[in-house]
């Protein structure tokens, strides 16, 4: 059986110290003004504005985190883009 993954797309604008991202992943999970959230396989389309951290889950429980202010993250068909250090 296959697991279901997201595609995954970081953009970091200069200010942000880690380079961009581009490659598949379990799970993101970040923070709104709402509080803290993941983005699983098969979530819904989504839109928000992040703040602080966002954290990329890969499988065997390995992890990238990417620190900021603020920046945005869109979900559409299982595919992630967020726009870090806006």
Known sequence: MTKNLLEVK????PIIKKEPFNGT????SSQNKLGKFDILPGHTNFIT????SLTVHFPHKKKLTYQFERGVLEVNENKVNVFLGL
Request: charge should be negative; aromatic fraction near 16%; hydrophobic fraction near 65%.
């Open 10 to 13: 970081i953009f970091c604008s």
């Open 49 to 52: 504005l992040i703040f602080d």
């Open 25 to 28: 992943a379990e799970a993101v």
